[in-house]
Nanobody
């Protein structure tokens, strides 16, 4: 059983930066992709960015050039550095990870971009 524990998030002004981290426990070498999704009020959950164990990344078009995803395999930890934040980035951000058998979600952390 994999457990995902997120940290970071909070309130930031437009144009500011924020970092998220997510540590996976219980998965060991079975964890493949890790990533971040977000869900704004009244909207569906959407992919923000994900990263393979080998380091290949994929980003939503709306965050390319502003957000950077990275991971440390030895720690089964994934990070999301968010720069040049906009009000439309406001959402609950969820960490995700998958193994060969199933996917897992974190509990979510609120990111609010507001002046």
């Amino acid at each position: 059983q994999v457990q995902l524990v997120e940290s970071g998030g909070g309130l930031v002004q437009p144009g500011g930066s924020l970092g998220l981290s997510c540590a996976a426990s219980g998965g060991g070498f079975s964890i493949n992709n890790m990533g971040w999704y977000r869900q704004a009020p009244g909207k569906e959950r959407e992919l923000v960015a994900d990263i393979t164990r080998g380091g290949s990344t994929d980003y939503a078009g709306s965050v390319k050039g502003r957000f950077t995803i990275s991971r440390v395999n030895a720690k089964n930890t994934v990070y999301l550095q968010m720069n040049s934040l906009k009000s439309e980035d406001t959402a609950v951000y969820y960490c995700a990870a998958n193994t060969m058998i199933r996917g897992y979600w974190g509990q979510g952390t609120q990111v609010t971009v507001s002046s």
